[in-house]
Structure formats: structure tokens, C-alpha cells
């Protein structure tokens, strides 16, 4: 049964399958610097084979079909899975993404995050992360040693709504992010997760803006996996994975970018998965 969830600004969630995700770890994978989150979401989406369970609608959204293998799909998808279970009979944590290619405008960010949050809460998630990217003036990596040492100089710092989520999460694991600025939906998200006592992560990765940055995000994709999940992810394929989705994620920018301006049409590619 399709269910809808109506904000009084217009931003929409519908459940295109219900399954139970209590006690789940939410992904916000909207576009950030570097556009750490959407690599971030899709390596989990393509690794973990989540399916899709939603959408999220809203008139501020750009107006495009992204079409996969003859499917078109919304540009907000809403996935969820699970990494196989763990030894000794240990259960696998559920994960959700809510994934775009594209930043949503400036006026639905914050009903859009607020929307994000009502949503977590009624169905009893446990916690939400935004993996961001903390701009930085570096060299541009070199795509023939992902793991070298421009890779291992990458920083991840951390930051929580709560102290409670604070002290099990970041103290213990990260360098805490105790002065700046957090912008966008990472942003509208830490504030109102303290404002309702609901937990909820940045993981910020120092990236370069100028381009998708998968050597941040494969970063954070290991933050996540070293601190939050119990049955952990492999490591070593989500560097050259990370660099794939990079490449992915540059060409439907470029695309789109294109499609603005009336050059080309918008391609059949897609969205990374599914």
C-alpha cells in the first residue's frame, strides 16, 4: 500500500513498499562539498543491494526523469537494506539512504531536512548521519593511488546533536568539529535534532568543491563502518568503488549543467543504481 506523508510546505514522502526499518541508521545523501553524501549513499545503496522503498516529491524539485535500463526514477529516492549478518548469529544493522544527484533549492531545504526527520522518528529509526565534506585548498588527488598518501592525509571530524551521541559516538572515535559553520540540510538536520533530543551525526571529510571527492568520501564511508555498523563493511573495494561513483555522479553534473543551459539533452544514464 502506498502511504503519503504531506508537509504543509509541500515536500512529500511516499512509500512506494513498507517494510519495518525500527532502529535503523538514516543516510542523508543529498548533494554536499565534494558531493561526499551522494557517494557516500550510492556506494551503500550498490554494496548492501538496498531496494528502493520511496520517494520524496516536491514542486521545488528540478523537473527531470533520470532513466536507468528504460526505468525512469525520481530525482529523490528513499532505499533501504542490510549488510549480511554478522558472526555468532549477530543481526545486521538496517540502513536507509535518501539519495539525489542534485541540490534541492535554497527555500525547500528546510522543510525538506524537517520532512527527513519527521519521517526517521515515525518509524522509530535510531539515528540519522550526514556525511558532508569540509571544503579545503589541496592539490587535486591523483586517480592512479587512491589509497596513497593524499588518501591517508584526509581528516574526518565529527559532530552530534545530543550528548548522548556525542559522548558514544564522537568523543571516543573522531576529532570533535567544535568551531564553524555546517550549511544546508546537515545543517537544519543537527538543529533540529537537538531541538527534539534526536541523535543525529556529521561526519565531515575535508574535500575539495570543485569536485566530486571520493577519496573524502571513501573516508567517511569508513567512519561509518568503524563506528556505527556491527557487521562492517569491506573496506578495501569501496576506494576504486568510490572513484567509480565519482565519475559518475561528475558526468550527470555535467549533463545537467548542459541541459540549463539548452545544449544537449539530459542522457539515459541514470542514477548510480537502480
Known sequence: ????????????????????????IVIDGFPSVGLVSSIVANYLIDTLEMEQIGIVESPAFPTVSLVRNGNPQHPVRIYAGSPQPGRAGRVADR???????????????????????????EQRCSLLVSPEGLSVEKAAPEKTAPRGPRFQDVKVYGVASTKKARDLYIEPNLVPFNEGVITGIAGVLLNEGRRRGF???????????????????????????????????DPDPLYHEAERIEQQLLSIQRHAQDRARGETPVPATGPMYR
Open 1 to 24: 500500500m502506498t502511504r503519503e506523508a504531506l508537509d504543509p510546505n509541500g515536500v512529500r514522502i511516499y512509500e512506494i513498499k513498507r517494510i519495518d526499518v525500527e532502529g535503523a
Open 199 to 233: 541523535d543525529v551525526l556529521t561526519f565531515l571529510a575535508e574535500a575539495q568543491a570543485e569536485y566530486p571527492d571520493a577519496r573524502a568520501a571513501a573516508k567517511v564511508i569508513e567512519t561509518i563502518n568503524r563506528v556505527l555498523l556491527h557487521t562492517p563493511l
Open 95 to 121: 540502513i536507509v539512504a535518501f539519495v539525489s544527484e542534485f541540490h534541492p533549492a535554497p527555500t525547500v531545504i528546510h522543510p525538506l531536512a524537517t520532512t527527513i526527520l519527521d519521517w526517521a522518528q
